[in-house]
């Protein structure tokens, strides 16, 4: 479902209908999809699995320094140099 700002001020009670037939609602404003909300219960399909995560794996014993680690995964001003 596409919903509007006015569409979430005046029917409130269609888009909830649509949030318990499970359809995740559309925010659209002026023409341009803003966001989306999801039912409860449901997983957006746009989530990150713990193990694709950056920092995952990072507090094992390999010796480097957090802050040396941190400076890595930053890339540092003159890394490029």
């Known amino acids: 479902m596409q919903a509007t700002i006015v ?3 005046y029917k409130m009670k269609e888009v909830l209908k649509a949030l318990d037939r499970k359809e995740p609602v ?3 404003y ?3 999809e803003k966001g989306v909300i999801f039912p409860s219960g449901t997983r957006g399909g746009k989530y990150l699995k ?3 995560h950056p920092f995952y794996g990072s507090a094992r014993t390999d010796g480097t320094d957090v ?3 941190m400076e ?3 890339g540092g001003r003159y890394r490029a140099l």
Request: no cysteine.
């Open 67 to 69: 802050t040396a680690q």
């Open 7 to 9: 569409d979430l001020r």
């Open 72 to 74: 890595y995964l930053r």
């Open 26 to 28: 559309t925010i659209v």
């Open 50 to 52: 713990s193990a694709d």
């Open 30 to 32: 002026h023409g341009k």
